[in-house]
């Protein structure tokens, strides 16, 4: 009998960042950013961008599109300081070290909206690695990163949370 001696994808300090936050960040949500960012996405719905409709539908104004919360926290990245898959390097699930895997991807997201967002919320964003582990595919093994980022209001209201996945592959 065979034994495999292949090394594993995921080591002790890939390991060590299950449980650790990966990323922390905060911005403010502004009413013509979030219109802006609604138009171009092609999305007019009026409780966006009229206050009456708004407040007749139970909204005290204008609310931000829900996806709109992610790009909230973001910051501004050169295209040179992207990386291959076009994720800008140094933020998250991507610095966790897997050197037998140098592919990575997205994997997926999952998002729960709890309360709107409005012109003035500050939020912050808080990233942290739930679980790291080798599977096999149909096209080989590859490592699954799953990570929680939780979207906090300044009062401490969480508005939203987003459970996603990144691929990495040798």
Not at 10 to 19: E, H, N
Not at 91 to 99: K, Q, R, Y
Not at 105 to 110: E, I, P, R, S, W
Not at 111 to 135: C, L, N, Q, S
Request: aromatic share 8%; charged share 25%.
């Amino acid at each position: 009998m065979t034994q495999s001696h292949e090394q594993p994808l995921v080591g002790d300090d890939a390991r060590a960042f299950i449980g650790k936050v990966t990323n922390e960040a905060e911005g403010i949500v502004v009413k013509k950013e979030f219109q802006r960012w609604a138009a171009a996405v092609k999305d007019r719905n009026p409780l966006y961008f009229d206050a009456d409709f708004a407040r007749a539908h139970g909204y005290r104004d204008v609310i931000a599109p829900p996806l709109y919360v992610q790009y909230v926290t973001l910051g501004v990245a050169d295209l040179d300081q992207l990386r291959p898959d076009g994720i800008p390097g140094g933020t998250g699930s991507g610095d966790i070290p897997l050197p037998r895997c140098p592919r990575r991807m997205a994997g997926g997201d999952d998002m729960t909206f709890y309360e709107p967002i409005y012109d003035g919320d500050v939020i912050r964003a808080v990233r942290t690695v739930t679980d790291i582990h080798e599977k096999k595919g149909r096209s080989g093994a590859f490592v699954l990163v799953t990570s929680t980022t939780v979207y906090t209001r300044q009062d401490g209201t969480v508005v939203a949370e987003n459970n996603a996945s990144m691929i990495a592959r040798p």
